[in-house]
Each structure stands twice: as C-alpha cells, then as structure tokens.
C-alpha cells in the first residue's frame, strides 16, 4: 500500500511555498520558489508539479493559505501581492491540475 498524505501551499507576496505532509503530520516533500512578477501560476504550477513527484505519495486533499480578498469560498482569490490575480479562478484551476479536493482560506486563518 502507497503512502498517503495532503498538498500543502502558501501563496505569498514574496514566496511560493509548497509540501507534501503525511496523514501524521511529517513533511515529506517541501519546496520553495519566489514569488514572480508575472506568470504566478506557471510558477506554482511547477512547484506543485515538482514536489508531488519528489514524494512519490498518494494525495487525498489540497490546503492552501492566500493573502487577500477572496469568494466564500476561496473559488476566485484576488490576492492584493498579485496584480494578475484579479478574482482569478484558484480553487478550479488547482482541482484541474491535482484531480482532488483543494480548500483555500486566508493565509491568517490558515495557519
């Protein structure tokens, strides 16, 4: 049987923060990149891509903290540290990418 864990992601004004956690807590996976001017979400996208991988885990959910104003939620995020994120589709866009629920709250709440 596969290890199972969750996808971990903090999207920040100066990080992108992604890891792979097991069903007891232990990080298994964690990466880092800056956050870019522009194509945010090719950046994370890679980020996510890479650390899924490096943990060779079955994933079972996605959690994710975001800065800024965002729907109910957490469908469109227009996160005030990227300009291009104007009530931009996150939840869908992560739930195409990863094929699994994904829940988005404030980055304050999230922690």
Known sequence: ??????????IGGT????GV???TGEVLSHGRA????????QALEE????????????????????????SPHGELVSTL???EWREFPL????QDLLQMPV?????AKAL
């Open 81 to 83: 540290h990227i300009p």
């Open 91 to 94: 939840r869908a866009k992560l």
């Open 34 to 41: 800056m956050t870019p001017q522009v194509h945010v979400w």
């Open 103 to 107: 829940y988005i709250d404030g980055d």
């Open 15 to 18: 990080k992108l923060s992604v």
């Open 21 to 23: 956690v097991s069903l």
């Open 1 to 10: 049987m596969s290890k199972r864990g969750f996808l971990a992601v903090d």
């Open 47 to 70: 980020l996510i891509k890479t650390q899924v991988a490096e943990s060779g885990v079955e994933l079972i959910s996605c959690g994710v903290g975001c800065g800024g104003p965002m």
